[in-house]
């Protein structure tokens, strides 16, 4: 079971019930999710829950439950996952990453957050390298890989096998340590 995280704002945790009904919110609402192919039905949403918290509680790694200490809602989730799509130059792999409520955009809160989930991976799981990757529209999520210290890898930019063809999230940029 992966261990709770924190930083000064963020509590980094295992998922619970009270998480299901903002996290089916958030991935229902198309500005939180317009750097992915499409939002996500209630009935994903459920079975992602399940998915993420029975990974989470089983490993050392996974995707945390991330609550704003001050006054305990839940923001979204940052962490780090296992990524293996076929055709990848870089994978298998360890993907650092977060999906955080539009409310919480721009306050830093998935920046904080993210150092404290990429010294763990790198320190307390001794991960040799780790990669984030986004559509390249992405700004604020590529800002975020900056600013917890991640470099640019241009040369493993990649067409996302998952994504529609027509898709304008279908070309990814890479980064990682």
Known sequence: MAQALE????LLRSWQESDLEPWIA???DPENLKYFPRVYSAEESRASFLRIRDLLNENSLGLWAAEEKSFGAFMGFVGLM???IPGISFMPCHEIGWRLDKKY???GYATEAAKVVLAYGLTELKIEEIFSFTA??????????????LH????????HPRIPDESPVKSHVVYST
């Open 7 to 10: 930083s000064s704002r963020v």
């Open 26 to 28: 958030l991935n229902l």
């Open 82 to 84: 296992h990524h293996d």
């Open 105 to 107: 955009w721009g306050k």
């Open 136 to 149: 390249k529209g992405n700004l604020p999520s590529i800002n975020v890989m900056k600013k917890i210290g």
């Open 152 to 159: 640019e890898r241009p040369e493993l930019a990649f067409e």
